[in-house]
């Protein structure tokens, strides 16, 4: 089994990835490319990067042993607390990476897309400890129902752009993202929120999220004696908290990797967001992926009860990884996300974010062996979603 951890020099995961971008992105994505993995290789990045993530998010984020859950199951259930760092999220892990190497690149305003709207608080808090300039570009319906993270933005002083265009969501706020900067090609550094777009976009955001993973392996090995649980769960949209979760063990294949994809109403309902399942190669905001699409290649609209999983494809490693076999895909409708996100808090007293609970659902989907040890990557928190659980439940 071929899996591919690393892009190639042409920022391909086996058959996809690469950068397809407009003329007037070249020089931006070029920039880039050419100097972050020396700049994120330098003693004064990772001096300053470290430091924050240990002082300011407060990392490293606990590995929790759910009781509770885990009786109920007849396993050994940890979760990864990333919903315990500083914005609420994994989010800032990359917002704070991407701003440092913006900054030594001499960039002087920031820019991001967001769905659920945690990569946008975490940019917009980015921006306000670097003081530097931030707009923050949001699908119309996702304004609408993150309204408390739209709210934080602002006090944290971004500029939130409503996105009329398409479905109003996560993949028209790209969109637009994308268009400004082909405007703005000079001073301005797109800080992208997961492994999606053109290289070296999917590697880079990757490896700033790698520490969760890498925190996973000592934690677990001061735990339980082992590095290596039986499975590693995470829910995947782009795949941003996926590929951080799963980074230090994709090229272990004793530990089982799985990625709870957002099914909506059903896969065959029309209105699901589960690329694996409905989607098919094809090209989407940069890059050569798995995504949702007509027979001419028009993107299908995602649906999803979750903002942040509400996206017609996921990111090139993610696709390689499908493709290869090395992580198994599981997919998740709204109600099953509901239920398991309320049990997650009667049991355990933690209301996890309704993209975290696709990734709680799929343990009454796997065959879960007595006794064995699973790591769930929490990957947000609850309060954004308080009003979409009371709605529904």
């Given at each position: 089994?071929?899996?591919?951890?690393?892009?190639?020099?042409?920022?391909?995961?086996?058959?996809?990835?690469?950068?397809?971008?407009?003329?007037?992105?070249?020089?931006?994505?070029?920039?880039?490319?050419?100097?972050?993995?020396?700049?994120?290789?330098?003693?004064?990045?990772?001096?300053?990067?470290?430091?924050?993530?240990?002082?300011?998010?407060?990392?490293?984020?606990?590995?929790y042993l759910a009781t509770?859950?885990?009786?109920?199951?007849?396993?050994?259930?940890?979760?990864?607390?990333?919903?315990?760092?500083?914005?609420?999220?994994?989010?800032?892990?990359?917002?704070?990476?991407?701003?440092?190497?913006?900054?030594?690149?001499?960039?002087?305003?920031?820019?991001?897309?967001t769905g659920a709207g945690?990569?946008?608080?975490?940019?917009?808090?980015?921006?306000?400890?670097?003081?530097?300039?931030?707009?923050?570009?949001?699908?119309?319906?996702?304004?609408?129902?993150?309204?408390?993270?739209?709210?934080?933005?602002?006090?944290?002083?971004?500029?939130?752009?409503?996105?009329?265009?398409?479905?109003?969501?996560?993949?028209?706020?790209?969109?637009?993202?994308?268009?400004?900067?082909?405007?703005?090609?000079?001073?301005?550094?797109?800080?992208?929120?997961?492994?999606?777009?053109?290289?070296?976009?999917?590697?880079?955001?990757?490896?700033?999220?790698?520490?969760?993973?890498?925190?996973?392996?000592?934690?677990?090995?001061?735990?339980?004696?082992?590095?290596?649980?039986?499975?590693?769960?995470?829910?995947?949209?782009?795949?941003?908290?996926?590929?951080?979760?799963?980074?230090?063990?994709?090229?272990?294949?004793?530990?089982?990797?799985?990625?709870?994809?957002?099914?909506?109403?059903?896969?065959?309902?029309?209105?699901?967001?589960?690329?694996?399942?409905?989607?098919?190669?094809?090209?989407?905001?940069?890059?050569?992926?798995?995504?949702?699409?007509?027979?001419?290649?028009?993107?299908?609209?995602?649906?999803?009860?979750?903002?942040?999983?509400?996206?017609?494809?996921?990111?090139?490693?993610?696709?390689?990884?499908?493709?290869?076999?090395?992580?198994?895909?599981?997919?998740?409708?709204?109600?099953?996300?509901?239920?398991?996100?309320?049990?997650?808090?009667?049991?355990?007293?933690?209301?996890?974010?309704?993209?975290?609970?696709?990734?709680?659902?799929?343990?009454?989907?796997?065959?879960?062996?007595?006794?064995?040890?699973?790591?769930?990557?929490?990957?947000?928190?609850?309060?954004?979603?308080?009003?979409?659980?009371?709605?529904?439940?």
């Open positions: 089994m071929e899996t591919k951890l690393k892009p190639d020099e042409r920022g391909y995961f086996g058959s996809f990835g690469g950068a397809f971008i407009p003329e007037m992105m070249q020089a931006n994505v070029t920039e880039l490319r050419e100097n972050y993995k020396q700049i994120m290789a330098s003693d004064e990045f990772r001096q300053e990067f470290e430091k924050l993530l240990s002082d300011y998010v407060g990392r490293p984020s606990p590995l509770r859950l885990s009786d109920k199951y007849g396993a050994h259930i940890y979760l990864k607390r990333e919903d315990l760092n500083h914005t609420g999220s994994h989010k800032i892990n990359n917002a704070l990476g991407q701003i440092i190497l913006a900054k030594k690149l001499g960039k002087k305003k920031i820019i991001a897309e945690q990569h946008g608080v975490a940019t917009a808090t980015a921006c306000a400890l670097m003081g530097i300039e931030c707009v923050v570009f949001m699908g119309e319906i996702d304004v609408a129902r993150q309204a408390p993270n739209v709210g934080r933005m602002k006090m944290l002083g971004a500029t939130v752009v409503p996105v009329s265009s398409g479905s109003k969501t996560l993949k028209d706020a790209t969109n637009e993202a994308m268009r400004y900067w082909i405007s703005n090609p000079f001073d301005t550094h797109y800080i992208i929120g997961s492994v999606v777009g053109p290289h070296p976009y999917p590697d880079m955001v990757a490896r700033f999220q790698s520490v969760i993973s890498e925190e996973i392996r000592k934690q677990l090995k001061e735990k339980t004696g082992t590095e290596f649980p039986d499975r590693v769960i995470a829910c995947v949209g782009g795949g941003s908290n996926a590929s951080g979760a799963f980074f230090h063990f994709i090229e272990d294949e004793q530990v089982e990797l799985i990625a709870a994809e957002a099914a909506g109403k059903g896969l065959e309902s029309g209105f699901t967001a589960a690329a694996t399942f409905k989607g098919k190669s094809g090209i989407l905001h940069g890059s050569k992926t798995l995504f949702m699409q007509t027979d001419d290649g028009q993107v299908v609209e995602p649906h999803s009860i979750s903002a942040g999983l509400d996206y017609p494809g996921i990111g090139p490693a993610l696709a390689h990884w499908f493709e290869s076999g090395r992580v198994k895909y599981e997919a998740v409708t709204d109600e099953e996300a509901m239920t398991a996100g309320k049990e997650l808090c009667l049991l355990e007293g933690i209301i996890p974010a309704v993209e975290s609970a696709h990734a709680l659902a799929t343990l009454d989907k796997i065959n879960i062996r007595p006794g064995e040890t699973i790591v769930i990557n929490l990957s947000g928190r609850g309060d954004k979603d308080l009003e979409t659980y009371l709605e529904r439940l």
